[in-house]
């Protein structure tokens, strides 16, 4: 059974019902519940300090943690929003609009993602990448235009993390976007 904290901030964890699952990160498999935190944050620079990461290890703590509304753009992005110790973090920014939207995911080490892009259709620089994932439309339902518009607005970043289900020892994907 998943468990949902409504209002602004969302958390989602797998409890007793689902089985345990287990982060492969390349090398040990680690022992754990996956908790992931997803929040509209309504634009990083209100955020004072280090306060989001704060707010993050004491009050929500999880392996994932997700913000929707960034509202800044790559050349905003410093040590303080985008640099944590021991943490990964996956940015997606406007293209269209200076300071609008825009989303981030924050891995914890123990849940470093094997595979990362910015947007959903593998319009954008990040795709190119051996790590991308590839598309998840094709040019069949949408046009190329509309794909890279869509991908333009900033408001999705892929991650695909290794994750060993317990009860069954099989290393399975996990995909969040």
Not at 78 to 89: E, L, V
């Amino acid at each position: 059974m998943t468990s949902l904290v409504t209002s602004q901030q969302n958390k989602y964890k797998f409890e007793s019902g689902i089985p345990q699952i287990e982060f492969d990160n390349h090398s040990q498999a680690l022992s754990m519940d996956l908790e992931l935190v997803t929040w509209n944050v309504n634009g990083l620079r209100s955020f004072p300090d280090d306060t989001l990461r704060t707010r993050w290890d004491s009050e929500f703590p999880s392996q994932i943690f997700c913000i929707q509304e960034t509202k800044i753009t790559r050349d905003m992005l410093d040590d303080r929003t985008g640099i944590w110790p021991d943490t990964s973090s996956y940015f997606a920014f406007s293209r269209k609009r200076s300071g609008y939207s825009g989303v981030a995911t924050f891995c914890k080490s123990e849940a470093t993602p094997d595979k990362a892009e910015e947007g959903l259709c593998s319009t954008l620089p990040s795709a190119k990448y051996e790590d991308a994932l590839g598309t998840i439309y094709s040019e069949e339902d949408f046009t190329l235009e509309e794909l890279k518009n869509l991908d333009a607005e900033g408001r999705a970043v892929i991650t695909m993390h290794s994750v060993l289900v317990t009860e069954s020892k099989e290393t399975k994907k996990l995909i969040l976007f």
